[in-house]
């Protein structure tokens, strides 16, 4: 039995106590209908369902989970390289780009829907170096609760977010029930779709980790995830181990009195509801000779400012309303393809386009990430 496939239910339901405990104390009940929750009806924009789930269609396997996500399997098998299961996709080749295998991400990517699933207000734009605050409300108005009991990656995902020191230079002390929340958490998430083609896709392309290259294997793939996003590093060159991948991107730092990484919707939400992050504004892509389109309260890509516990976040990008498994695909694929730390891609949304560059940084060898986020140089219809 592998590092990753010991864990013990009782395990999990710690990750499931300890997330209905944290969200309860926001005024979050999981146990409520959802409709206690929502918004007054006339403020819901009207949303068509996901698709169905055909006959003859598989469902996501469940290891612990009392209401799982099911994940529909709808296309041709996966490649023979990575791991069966019972998602499957066209599988991706040694010469499919970075530009499609994100595409393919955002179209297997199970994320959420405007004004049905949650709700936000962008108020007004701004410029970065205007430090007045432009919006008196906050960024989200509404989430549905379910979302955090339903998708075992969302649930995983929130037990993460606060086991880590927001300020660089203070030791983290990494316990036995975080190292098990990590592995639940990577456990979840290679169990979508997203993942899976991350997985294919640096398999395909035959790239490289710390020399190796990187197998069909999808315990041998956890443990590459694990040490590039969860192993520790010193970020504040004081030698204290201060910082994670994970912990930068998705759940944010305090350095040399400003705000780094933070870059992910769900955090932002629950800080929100904390009172710890106040919205100031949203600013416009900077190319804006070729951004045509306008920011509205359905964009999946915002360029916000904020500030988090009194500390300046001039500019950050965030996608709004994607999945944990999306985002950890994608900045995965950035990581390991080795492309510099800039890729340029055009991102279809359905009724809008972005032009985003793919920034990755990377730390401690070129063996762990640094830093991973989009910035959008233009939005058009």
Not at 21 to 47: F, K, N, T, W
Not at 115 to 130: A, E, F, G, L, R
Not at 255 to 266: A, E, L, Q, T
């Amino acid at each position: 039995m592998g590092f990753f496939d010991d864990l013990k239910a009782a395990a999990i339901e710690k990750v499931q106590e300890k997330v209905k405990a944290e969200l309860a104390e926001l005024g979050i009940d999981l146990d409520a209908d959802d409709s206690d929750a929502e918004p007054e009806p006339e403020e819901i924009v009207a949303a068509e369902e996901p698709p169905a789930q055909e006959d003859g269609e598989e469902e996501r396997p469940v290891s612990a989970w009392s209401t799982p996500l099911n994940v529909a399997a709808s296309s041709p098998p996966p490649a023979p390289a990575v791991a069966s299961s019972s998602i499957s996709f066209p599988p991706p080749h040694a010469d499919t780009t970075f530009n499609e295998a994100v595409q393919k991400l955002w179209d297997l990517d199970a994320r959420l829907v405007p004004n049905k699933d949650y709700k936000i207000d962008v108020q007004s734009s701004k410029h970065p170096c205007n430090k007045e605050d432009a919006a008196d409300e906050p960024l989200f108005t509404y989430v549905k609760p379910s979302v955090f009991r339903t998708r075992p990656t969302f649930t995983t995902f929130v037990a993460l977010l606060n086991n880590y020191s927001a300020y660089t230079g203070e030791e983290e002390d990494v316990t036995e029930q975080e190292l098990q929340e990590n592995r639940a958490f990577l456990n979840e998430i290679m169990e979508t779709a997203p993942m899976k083609y991350c997985h294919q896709y640096c398999a395909a392309k035959n790239l490289v980790y710390k020399g190796k290259q990187i197998s069909g294997s999808e315990s041998e793939f956890k443990r590459i995830l694990n040490s590039i996003w969860f192993e520790l590093y010193s970020r504040s060159g004081r030698r204290n181990m201060d910082s994670s991948g994970f912990e930068h991107v998705f759940v944010g730092e305090v350095k040399n009195g400003s705000v780094s990484g933070f870059h992910n919707w769900i955090n932002f939400y629950l800080e929100e509801k904390r009172g710890n992050v106040d919205f100031r504004g949203y600013i416009k892509p900077k190319c804006r000779e070729s951004s045509t389109a306008e920011t509205n309260d359905d964009d999946p890509v915002l360029t916000l400012q904020f500030k988090w516990n009194g500390v300046e976040k001039f500019v950050g990008t965030s996608f709004i309303g994607v999945t944990p498994e999306f985002e950890m695909a994608l900045y995965t694929m950035a990581f390991l393809s080795g492309d510099g730390d800039e890729n340029v891609i055009t991102l279809d949304c359905g009724c809008e386009k972005f032009d985003l560059d793919v920034k990755c940084h990377k730390y401690d060898g070129n063996t762990k990430v640094g830093s991973c986020y989009v910035e959008a140089l233009a939005h058009y219809e």
